[in-house]
């Protein structure tokens, strides 16, 4: 899968819609999440004390999906589109990994990062980690390079 496409524009910051599930409720919410090119890992920051992460910490299971707005609305001859399935872990400020996780996704805000803004994210955000097991693309334009409309990516897989 070419991690270019995942990309967005230039910085790996989307919109997804995530979906989670708990005593056999779904919920999707919104959000915006940075994807770290090296692992395929994707990064999201939201307010603690929120419905999707009661369902998280009671079911890591989750699915992502992403769709290209298209200006034509052409949407049956120039699909781009991503499906993730993984986990996910809630990270808040004093766990292993939460530094990192901020390492990654904050230069993609569009702020002036101060040390007080700093401290004000790490005391009221949580940072959402999802680990892709599997990773679907649709992508029209891949036909054209002579290679499948749909690639998939899967943790582990032998390139």
Known sequence: MKKEIVKGKGDYREIYVLS????NKP?????EF???PKT???YAMSEKQTEKLFQMAA???VS???VKQLEHH???????SIQVVGTAQVLKNK?????????IYLPTLPLKMTPELLQAIKETKIVTKVTPSRIVMRDYTQKEKGTRMIQIWERGQKK
């Not at 989670?20 to 005593?23: E, L």
């Not at 919920?27 to 959000?31: A, E, H, K």
């Not at 766990?95 to 390492?103: I, M, Q, R, S, V």
């Open 20 to 23: 989670t599930a708990h005593d």
């Open 34 to 36: 940075v994807i770290d």
């Open 59 to 61: 079911n890591k299971n």
């Open 27 to 31: 919920l999707s919410t919104v959000i």
């Open 95 to 103: 766990d292993p990994g939460f530094e990192e996780a901020l390492d």
């Open 64 to 66: 992502l999906a992403y």
């Open 40 to 42: 395929l890992t994707f």
């Open 74 to 80: 052409n949407y049956f001859k120039e699909p781009l």
